[in-house]
């Protein structure tokens, strides 16, 4: 469905991603896992049109929607699939002034042109099924972490994505509202959603996840199935990895 092809990345003159190539399947979960520093952000920003690649490109459906020039061709493909890409960050960035409601709301209202009653029935719908229907009416301030990061999580879906990344979306939640977010992750898995994880959630990488991706230094250094990656690794990377996050 989206994939990175031969993708590099510089910052200045620290070159953060080497080459890299990923596609995920539609309906596929990818977990992408590594120490922290070696590229897991930059290269989701890069398929969620947050970063732009240094050289290489980006593709959906096949059609480039990224790549170092961003010619007008390339950029008009960028602007008609970037509503079809839903974003969920480890600060939740909702808008403090905005009740729940409205923050949900929104997007679809301006991009997809929703009229109201349509855009608030698709949004209760979405506040049941992260289980924060009752708090339609307050404001993001007044919530937990693990509630704003589901109301953020039902706030890309409202745009019914074709595809969810995620960014390390429980790093910044205390432990005990990380499960809370987790199940609402898992959830929407076994509904069929293809999903791009950047983890630092083992637990969710084996037992969700489709597919395991370790990145180190800038490149994809393994990626196989869940059981395989983690009963077998097969690298001494991941191996020095896996030991040192037990
Ligand atoms: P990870 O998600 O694996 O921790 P990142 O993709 O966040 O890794 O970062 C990879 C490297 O790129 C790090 O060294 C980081 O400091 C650097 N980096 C990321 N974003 C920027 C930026 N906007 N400007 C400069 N350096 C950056």
Request: overall charge positive.
């Amino acid at each position: 469905m989206i994939a990175a092809e031969a993708v590099s990345k510089s910052f200045g003159p620290t070159e953060v991603l080497k080459d890299v190539s990923l596609g995920v399947r539609s309906g596929e979960v990818v977990s992408i896992i590594g120490p922290s520093g070696s590229g897991k952000t930059t290269l989701l920003r890069c398929l969620a049109l947050l970063e732009t690649p240094s050289a290489g490109r980006v593709t959906m459906h096949g059609k480039i929607i990224s790549d170092g020039l961003n010619g007008p061709e390339v950029r008009r493909a960028a602007a008609r699939v970037r509503p079809d890409i839903g974003m969920v960050f480890q600060h939740f960035n909702l808008w403090p002034h905005m009740t729940v409601l409205q923050n949900i709301v929104e997007a679809p209202r301006l991009v997809r042109k929703m009229d109201k009653a349509e855009a608030t029935g698709l949004a209760m719908q979405l506040l049941e099924k992260v289980g924060l229907a009752e708090k339609r009416d307050a404001y993001p301030a007044r919530l937990s972490g693990g509630q704003q990061q589901r109301v953020a999580i039902a706030r890309a879906l409202a745009m019914t994505p074709q595809v969810m990344f995620f960014d390390e979306a429980t790093s910044a939640l205390d432990p005990e509202l990380r499960h809370e977010v987790l199940r609402v992750m898992r959830q929407l898995a076994e509904d069929g959603m293809t999903m791009a994880v950047v983890t630092h959630e083992m637990g969710f990488a084996r037992n969700v996840s489709s597919r395991v991706v370790f990145m180190d230094q800038g490149r994809i250094v393994e990626s196989g199935a869940p059981a395989s990656f983690f009963d077998k690794p097969q690298t001494e990377r991941a191996v020095r990895f896996l030991r040192q996050i037990q």
